[in-house]
T-cell receptor, first 114, second 112 residues
Framework: NAGVTQTPKFRILKIGQSMTLQCTQD?????MYWYRQDPGMGLKLIYY???????DKGEVPNGYNVSRSTTEDFPLRLELAAPSQTSVYFC?????????????FGPGTRLTVT | GNSVTQMEGPVTLSEEAFLTINCTYT??????LFWYVQYPGEGLQLLLK?????DKGSNKGFEATYRKETTSFHLEKGSVQVSDSAVYFC???????????FGTGTSLTVIP
């Protein structure tokens, strides 16, 4: 199993450009998440999905969009990049077993908007 | 609501020193509790977890006990190594939901 994979690893965007951060998991997890991590801060939830075709907003969804057409993929879209979106983005997936939840994280995408 | 509070960092220790990183939580119901570790330039990795009161999670010499009476899940290690230098995150997952709530992280540096 590759686990959770994210592409690209690094990206520099100009203000107003758009891009899609890719996330794929091969563990057949129903739940998937996008977080951002600003320097010296914890993780903030952007969007999450409890299954294909179902997405919901997290704590900081403004400026982002997501879709979940398959169990494996959960791309994050930035439509009009702004400097405030400079951050490290982590995708995660989780399973439910006996009422327990456990998250698995990808390696992250470091995004700079200038 | 649900939230996690971690002790402020950064923490600097000498090799073989005892480590405690405090974590307290607020949650409805009976959450699962986690410690994640993030090494420089990498994503978060699960270090240990506990799913009910009085459970002790352990891994790689680290331990944490789920204390419902004090709503705490403090991370401990008896003898830290240089390789333990990382950022440690406490997290909870409520029993009634599928979201995770993370603390702000505690940076640990171990010096030889």
């Amino acid at each position: 199993n590759a686990g959770v994979t994210q592409t690209p690893k690094f990206r520099i965007l100009k203000i107003g450009q758009s891009m899609t951060l890719q996330c794929t998991q091969d563990m057949n997890h129903n739940y998937m998440y996008w977080y951002r991590q600003d320097p010296g801060m914890g993780l903030k939830l952007i969007y999450y999905s409890v299954g294909a075709g179902i997405t919901d907003k997290g704590e900081v969804p403004n400026g982002y969009n997501v879709s979940r057409s398959t169990t494996e993929d959960f791309p994050l879209r930035l439509e009009l990049a702004a400097p405030s979106q400079t951050s490290v983005y982590f995708c995660a997936s989780s399973y439910v077993a006996g009422g327990e939840y456990e998250q698995y994280f990808g390696p992250g995408t470091r995004l700079t908007v200038t | 609501g649900n939230s996690v509070t971690q002790m402020e960092g950064p923490v600097t220790l000498s090799e073989e020193a005892f480590l405690t990183i405090n974590c307290t939580y607020t949650a409805t119901g009976y959450p699962s509790l986690f410690w994640y570790v993030q090494y420089p330039g990498e994503g978060l990795q699960l270090l240990l977890k506990a799913t009910k009161a009085d459970d002790k999670g352990s891994n790689k010499g680290f331990e944490a006990t789920y204390r419902k009476e004090t709503t705490s899940f403090h991370l401990e290690k008896g003898s830290v190594q240089v390789s333990d230098s990382a950022v440690y995150f406490c997290a909870l997952s409520p029993s009634t939901g599928n979201q995770f709530y993370f603390g702000t992280g505690t940076s640990l540096t171990v010096i030889p």
